[in-house]
């Protein structure tokens, strides 16, 4: 297993899903629940990036919710879809 212990700093994106579906990026604070340094995760996967997307808690109409589930479907980050990234953790099994 690679070493987790020479990663650096590995923050977790933080986003933020409206619902509208408009995505936003979140701040997050730099704490030890923030980053993947020394992490299982990390450990088996190196240079893995991961993002945590907060999505509305209230009651949503139909519409809104149909476009929070098609806003989910299509997140991309740095030119990244996260449908691929997900098939290719899956492959790696």
Do not use: F, W
Not at 19 to 41: C, H, I, P, W, Y
Not at 43 to 68: K, N, R, S
């Amino acid at each position: 297993m690679p070493n987790a212990t020479n990663c650096g700093v590995n923050p977790v994106l933080a986003l933020e899903l409206d619902r509208n579906g408009s995505v936003t990026k979140k701040t997050m604070k730099l704490d030890r629940e923030a980053q993947l340094t020394n992490s299982l995760l990390q450990g088996l996967y190196p240079g893995i990036h991961v993002a945590t997307v907060d999505v509305p808690t209230e009651p949503l109409d139909p519409c809104e919710q149909a476009m929070v589930e098609q806003a989910l479907t299509r997140i991309e980050i740095h030119g990244n879809r996260t449908d691929e990234d997900i098939a290719k953790l899956r492959s790696m099994r």
